[in-house]
């Protein structure tokens, strides 16, 4: 079973940082960027319910409009991939019942034998905690995916940088997400750094552990 | 540079699942858990401001008071480590001086060349957008974290259960985390599956990809 080592674990996510500068003519070859696809696909979820969509922006001409909804923040045009991080809007219980029917399908067992799993999420879903509001715990949800998603390009030796400065009405109406109850939350641009990205080198700044990490 | 082969990775990820049944015997080693609380300490977030705690439960006594505090999950008890996830409250500007701090100091850059970057931040944790809440926003980066954290995991073979079934209050009182201003969100419990965790040997459950991924 091929794992990291903890001491490659650590050197993985050290080597990462919030690329600024890719290289735009190094393109991640495609048997690693279905790999990273499957990283979003296979992201756990609360409940499994995966409240999102993963839109991966090749056109140019669609780049081009983001890059403008973005801060005209360069990675946007010069990373070899992008991909917009979307909620599925106003999650309800009839999410809680699409979920079943796909257990149903997935695993082959009987729908009666999930009324309690059902019953727990559309009690969620249905009367959420006071304060709570669905698309705010739906957004935590993408950010699990996106977790995964830097971790698994590390893992591989992909460059990347999550990016939470765009301006998501402009995309969602660019991207035609609105229509589909679809919003855009954040965007994670991949690819590899540029030579002369002068972020790479720099220090990686982080509190001191015993700041972070409590022992009880 | 050690990485993962893109198959390997997708190997990792689909052998991840939500574990239900720790083995209660099998105790993650001490360089394995360090490298786990790296993949904390390494973690992304907005800005770089880290607004987070990672509080890691191996007193007996304190974690069956948790277990209380988590509708009597197993987990809490028997997964070889238990890691609270809790956020900073009420982050503020001051957050951004903080951290700014830290840059000068890690860095070694004169204080001067942030302002720019210090601005950003001030703006944004002192003016947030409208309808924008702090604790939510900084409990998305939380779930970061919590992505890398259980891909970290994936990648080093070992088990782990994300937990959102909590009692946060409760948390915060058995873990005094209210008065030093953090906020308990989730937890992770890692450890190693129980051999007869039937959950483990289910198919995972995922929406087809096309339902998923767009392509523009």
Same mark, same amino acid.
């Given at each position: ?57 090749? #056109?140019?001409?669609?780049? /081009?409009?983001?890059?403008? =909804? ?6 946007? +045009? !010069?990373?070899?991939? &992008? ?75 992909? #460059?990347?940088?999550?990016? /939470?400065?765009?301006?998501? =009405? ?6 035609? +997400? !609105?229509?589909?109850? &679809? ?34």
């Amino acid at each position: 079973m091929p794992t990291l080592s903890p001491r490659d674990l650590v050197e993985r996510l050290s080597w990462r940082y919030a690329t600024k500068k890719f290289d735009p003519a190094k393109k991640i070859p495609p048997d690693v960027w279905a790999a990273l696809e499957q990283s979003l696909l296979l992201s756990p979820s609360s409940f499994g319910l995966q409240p999102w969509a993963f839109i991966v922006v090749n #056109d140019r001409a669609t780049r /081009e409009k983001l890059f403008a =909804a973005s801060w005209n923040q360069p990675q946007i +045009l !010069a990373a070899s991939h &992008l991909v917009v991080f979307a909620i599925r809007k106003n999650l309800k219980a009839a999410d809680a019942e699409k979920l079943i029917d796909r257990i149903v399908e997935v695993r082959n067992v009987p729908r009666e034998s999930l009324e309690g799993y059902k019953g727990m999420m559309t009690g969620f879903l249905g009367n959420p905690p006071a304060g709570f509001r669905i698309d705010d715990w739906s957004a935590r949800q993408l950010y699990i995916a996106l977790g995964t998603f830097l971790t698994s390009c590390a893992a591989l030796g992909v #460059d990347a940088c999550p990016m /939470e400065g765009i301006q998501p =009405a402009d995309y969602d109406r660019i991207l035609g +997400l !609105a229509k589909q109850g &679809l919003g855009a939350v954040c965007v994670a641009t991949a690819g590899y750094r540029a030579a002369d990205d002068g972020y790479a080198s720099l220090a990686k700044v982080r509190y001191p552990a015993e700041q972070i990490v409590q022992r009880v």
